[in-house]
């Protein structure tokens, strides 16, 4: 029985507010962040920075481009103010070539996270970049307040600088009211954070009942509703996917259903994510290099989980179900073993050749679950296969759906959070290759080409009839195993949470 506490977040909090002052010059912070465009002629300073570049004798844009500064994105430049503003840093952070007045949202929140993540240490950090609008004064507070994350629970030393604590967005008079759009920044900061806890989380400590267990306290703290699946109530129910899997673990599997209703909505979203604590491959176990970073492979459950808080903070006009499959894939002696047979929640009988290809196999028990909600839509969010990674890279997930729309739907909704996600065909002539010769269904197809959409046509079996479904591959995005960049620190991402609140925002009313 286990019974010690994950270490869940530090403690370290940032908090953000709105000043809608325009003097940035006199403004009482410990560093001012300004923005900076590439030019014909060298670094430009942004739209915002004039009074700034004033107080500094005029020489900002010829002193950047002493420096080298060119006004890339990614780029940051800080130096001292020797009293010339009441700051005693100014930070100068790329914008890139944005036209006048027209800042991608993006370009700002990634801007805003590249000053706040190398400002760690520094208490107060005012944020003086060009947001032209409620919109883009929220991407600066979101993508400051991300990328002042940092996961600090497991270090005993305090040789670690401490997040920025307080965060302040200069908006100037024209934001118009962005007060709201700052609560929202900070609704999904506060989540997309929650999500990256979860994933660093070592699996030691972070095994499914706890993950339940965390799920059910800070989802009820939100005011969704908690239900909770034992390992015997899976058996008994007919969850044959999940039981499959977590058999072979001494931490049984849980199933979590997180509902949150709106008297008014007129529309019900369901989101399933994969929770594999930890993915060894089981018996079919994977070489050590793919192994140590597997503790990621239950981020699709956390992006739902972290998603379902965010929509009921949010008081969002929708009704939203989470489903979060959870389950340790191990080898021992009650593991499943390749060639078993099990029979998943929708009555179809399926043939596990392979063990590590079990996320598809605890999908199927959520998916069709989820239909019992009758819900307006299905997305299954996972990292499902190493495959993603070589079809789009580190940073894109693949989108699959068995609706053009809704496909599309889904790869605009990540677009305007600023996620990358690209659409995926499911070719029809994939199915035959997971014909098995004694189950319903093979989980795993002959030809390793492909592979993101064979487990996407392997999970499309298993979506309810008449239902609209879509499937979220984001193996690579839900973990930096590089450098850190924009807001996006090394390890857990918190990946697809930002598309799930911006898709339960579209169904919103
Ligand atoms: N969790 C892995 C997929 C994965 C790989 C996630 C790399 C993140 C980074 C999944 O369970 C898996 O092992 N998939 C197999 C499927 C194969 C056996 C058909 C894969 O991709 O190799
Ligand atoms: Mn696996
Ligand atoms: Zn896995």
């Known amino acids: 029985m286990r019974t010690e506490q994950a270490r869940l977040a530090s403690g370290d909090v940032t908090t953000v507010r709105l000043n809608s002052t325009d003097n940035a010059v006199s403004f009482d912070t410990d560093a001012l962040v300004v923005g900076v465009h ?6 430009r300073p942004a739209p915002g920075t004039e009074s700034v570049d004033e107080a500094l004798g005029g020489r900002l844009a010829a002193t950047l481009g002493a420096m080298g500064v060119k006004g890339r994105a990614g780029e940051i430049a800080k130096f001292p103010t020797f009293g010339a503003l009441t700051a005693p840093l100014l930070v100068v952070v790329g914008l890139g070539d944005a036209p006048e007045g027209d800042h991608d949202p993006e370009t700002l929140r990634r801007a805003a996270g590249t000053a706040t993540r190398s400002l760690a240490g520094t208490t107060r950090v005012a ?3 060009p947001a032209a609008d409620a919109e883009r004064a929220g991407a600066v507070a979101l993508g400051g307040l991300l990328g002042a ?6 270090r005993t030393t305090g040789e670690h600088a401490a997040p920025v604590a307080e965060l302040t967005v200069l908006s100037g008079a024209g934001a118009g009211d962005a007060g709201a759009a700052i609560e929202r920044a900070a609704t999904v900061a506060e989540s997309v954070s929650l999500v990256r806890d979860l994933v660093n989380t070592p699996p030691s400590d972070l095994w499914p009942a706890r993950f339940a267990e965390i799920a059910e306290q800070t989802g009820s703290k939100a005011g969704l509703s908690v239900e909770i699946l034992d390992e015997k109530a899976l058996k008994e129910e007919g969850y044959g996917g999940i039981v499959a899997v977590g058999q072979g673990s001494a931490n049984p599997p849980r199933l979590v259903r997180l509902a949150y209703n709106h008297p008014e909505a007129a529309k019900t979203v369901a989101f399933v994510g994969k929770g594999i604590t930890f993915d060894s491959g089981g018996l079919s176990l994977k070489p050590s290099a793919s192994m140590d970073w597997m503790k990621s492979d239950m981020g699709g459950a956390g992006a739902v989980f972290g998603a379902l808080v965010a929509i009921a903070k949010l008081g969002l006009k929708v009704n939203a179900v989470g489903y979060l499959c959870l389950a340790e894939n191990m080898p021992s ?7 078993d047979v099990f029979t998943s929640f929708a009555g179809k009988t399926v043939e596990v050749l392979d063990t590590d290809a079990e996320g598809r196999l605890v999908l199927i ?4 679950r989820a239909g019992q909600d009758n819900p307006d839509v299905i997305v299954d969010i996972a990292t499902l296969t190493g495959a993603q990674i070589v079809a789009l890279g580190w940073r894109t997930a693949g989108v699959m759906a068995n609706d053009d729309e809704l496909r599309e739907e889904v790869v605009q909704a990540a677009g305007e959070q600023g996620e990358a996600a690209w659409g995926m065909p499911l070719p029809e002539e994939l199915r035959k290759g997971l014909d098995s010769p004694v189950a319903d269904i093979a989980n795993l197809h002959p030809e390793r080409f492909g592979g993101m959409l064979t487990a996407a046509v392997f999970l499309r079996e298993f979506v309810p009839a008449g239902v609209r479904w879509a499937h979220i591959d984001m193996a690579g995005p839900a973990f930096n195993k590089g450098e850190p960049h924009g807001y996006t620190p090394k390890g857990g991402t918190g990946a697809i949470t930002r598309t799930l609140i911006g898709l339960a925002e579209r169904y919103a009313g």
């Open 333 to 339: 002696g009650t593991a499943q073993r390749p060639s």
């Open 127 to 129: 944020l003086a970049l």
């Open 365 to 368: 028990d959520g998916i069709a």
């Open 38 to 43: 590439t030019g014909p002629d060298g670094p």
């Open 149 to 154: 994350y940092a996961f600090t629970a497991y």
